[in-house]
């Protein structure tokens, strides 16, 4: 062995890792709302999101522009880029088009250490959307179903007999036979259809159109389109209050949580929710006085729904994420798909702990009893089981590609 030789070429290697990253800017203040969907290094976390890596300056510089002057229409981008300056759009294209245009393959390591599902942290049925597998999968059998192209969010009927699940490429939500697994019928909504949550009482189900502005309501007893809902811009999600009268949703558009009374089935306030951007998800504390709103970039407000006023800024991980407060009222659990931890909230203290799961977490929710906290790992196709009691990762339990969003049995 020319050991003179493989020194010099280890050093050699070295010299030129710490070279680039010296020379590799990190990512600025300004980009972090981009980053919750580009990535930090400029690579798309998903196919519908292009990459801005090594993009060219003034390229990037038109298309913020257009999204600003609303030239380019998209509830997100107009809503995110109308609160960029010149000096942010400039700083935003300088970041990214000087990043390599390079995508690191996923290492096969994170597959070490997986373990199947159970009954006992499964305790009830919960039904995982595979966006770009195209299926939904079964915990704990770990069956899995065929569905339809990017199924994203998703819902379980009360009576735990039916699953439905959106597709925003071709704008419309499939029904599944919960037992079965089959298809019973794909319904056309709005534009892309996003959340979709179930009245308390079963009969209907609301699907967030985000790019229509509208609410499509299912019967789901003759499983037809009955009723659109107008918005403001950016519908994205809903929860119901437990009695099924009000349905807040959140308006990505910027406008802040939409108030649609269910019966007359109308919009009938917007509360604006000050110091997040884009709300995203929400879910509603125990009693329903406070709704815990997480934004798309990296922040969760804590809203008073009586007065209107944010009590609190959470600043959590980078991205857009889920939200769930625990049936026992007693946390909030939300995702961070540009990061690779969880944040756990005391719904009382608001104090927040994070919790390491793995790269590009997104889909949260606790189990029924709220023993047990799911989460989806987009960019590691896991789901991660979490002991609510010690916070501690009981298991990493390998699925489809890019798991997206959780429905429990029991937790709306």
Known sequence: MNIKYNLTGLTLCIITLSTFAQNTPSLPKEATACAGCHGNNGIGLSYEYPNLAGQKKKYLTKQLNA????????????????????????????????????????????????????????????FVTMKKGAQVEVFPSEKSWEGNPNMLYNAVT??????????????????FDSKTGKQLTVIPVGKAPKGVKITPNGTQAYV??????????????????????????????ARFTRDGKIAYVTLQGGSGIGVIDTKSQKMINVIPVAGITGPHNLDLSKDEKTAFVRDFVHNVAVLDLNSGKVIK??????????????PNGKFAA??????????IIDTKTLEQTDIKVGNGPHGIRASKDSKWIYVTITKENLVVVIN???????????????????????NP
Do not use: C
Request: no cysteine; aromatic share 4%.
């Open 67 to 126: 999204f600003k002057q609303g030239d380019r229409k998209d509830p997100t981008m107009n809503a995110m880029a109308a609160a960029l300056s010149d000096k942010d759009i400039d700083i935003i294209t300088n970041y990214f088009s000087k990043l390599p245009n390079t995508q690191k393959a996923q290492s096969k390591e994170v597959q070490k250490g997986v373990s199947k599902a159970s009954s006992a942290e499964f305790p009830n049925d919960v």
């Open 158 to 175: 009360p009576d735990g007999k039916m699953v439905l699940a959106t597709s925003p490429s071709d704008n419309t939500l499939t029904v």
């Open 208 to 237: 967030s159109n985000q790019d229509s502005a509208e609410i499509s309501v299912i019967d789901l007893e003759s499983l037809k389109l009955i009723a659109s809902i107008r918005t403001e811009k950016g519908p994205h999600n």
């Open 313 to 326: 800024v959470i600043t959590v991980g980078n991205g857009h994420g889920g939200i769930d407060v625990a």
């Open 334 to 343: 939300t995702g961070a798909i540009g990061d690779d931890h969880i944040s």
């Open 388 to 410: 609510a009691e010690t916070m501690k990762i009981e298991k990493k339990i390998a699925v489809g590609q890019f798991p997206f969003w959780i429905a429990v049995n029991g």
